[in-house]
């Protein structure tokens, strides 16, 4: 164990599975991010952020490092759409900490019409680039060292749209689609690496129909927000997803709500 790991063991108060794992999370400063960053700094785990948004994402870094008493929790800026960045942010966290155990993709977007042949093929332009690129790459950047790890698990958010679009989502649906069929794949280069013992690594998919968070709340009080996955539910699927044997949910799409 690396002095960094020692350093950041002792000053978190977690127990389980994530106690002392290194994770790093894309796409951290929104909602979902921000309660992510807070439950897994919570669990005991070293949590290294990445957003395109400097500002929220030392924002959303201080928020979860002061809750849980100094936890280790550090943010980077990176270009998750070009590879060779992901990579260097791989290798950097890596370095610094000695291991990788998990990457959680986080990084969103949302672009629709109200009917099919309203459908923009900028939109789909757009989409390709947040929900399939950045997953292509964090993937690609992260899969030898979650291979390394011992509870190495990649993490992806996804939409019940994807196996079940709607005529004013298209672009989204099939780009959630993609970014789930690709995920499948790391998951099968891990069941494949793990031979007869199964795999010691996995990709998991969790699926919402969609995500809610207080302030949606207060901006439209009369909402029901029915089916919807409150961000902190989320945070606690995320960090269970460890408390799992990785060849339990491997490849697996595990549902937050009702299956279309």
Not at 93 to 104: A, C, P, Q
């Amino acid at each position: 164990m690396s002095s960094r790991i020692q350093e950041a063991t002792m000053k978190t108060n977690g127990s389980g599975a994530l106690d002392g794992a290194v994770v790093a999370v894309a796409g951290a400063a929104g909602p979902a991010g921000r309660a992510a960053l807070l439950r897994l700094a919570e669990a005991g785990a070293v949590v290294v952020a990445s957003d395109a948004d400097p500002q929220r994402l030392a924002e959303a870094v201080d928020a979860a490092r002061y809750a849980h008493g100094g936890a280790t929790v550090t943010g980077d800026t990176v270009d998750l759409l070009d590879l060779d960045a992901a990579r260097d942010w791989a290798n950097k966290t890596e370095k610094e900490f000695g291991r990788i155990d998990g990457l959680v993709h986080l990084v969103g977007g949302w672009r629709g019409g109200a009917t099919f042949a309203e459908t923009n093929p900028a939109d789909w332009e757009l989409l390709e680039k947040l929900l399939i690129r950045t997953v292509q790459n964090t993937s690609l950047a992260f899969h030898e060292g979650l291979q390394r790890s011992d509870k190495g698990r990649y993490v992806l958010i996804s939409a019940a749209g994807a196996s079940n679009p709607t005529a004013g989502n298209a672009a989204y649906a099939a780009a959630k689609a993609a970014a789930e069929a690709w995920t499948l794949a790391l998951a099968d280069a891990f069941r494949k690496a793990g031979g007869e013992q199964g795999p010691t690594s996995a990709a998991a998919i969790l699926v919402v129909k969609a995500l809610v968070h207080d302030a949606m709340r207060a901006e439209r009080p009369n909402a029901k927000f029915a089916g919807f996955t409150d961000v902190t539910e989320l945070a606690e699927a995320i960090a269970g997803v460890w408390d799992r044997p990785a060849p339990e949910v491997n490849g697996q799409r595990l549902w937050l709500t009702p299956k279309p």
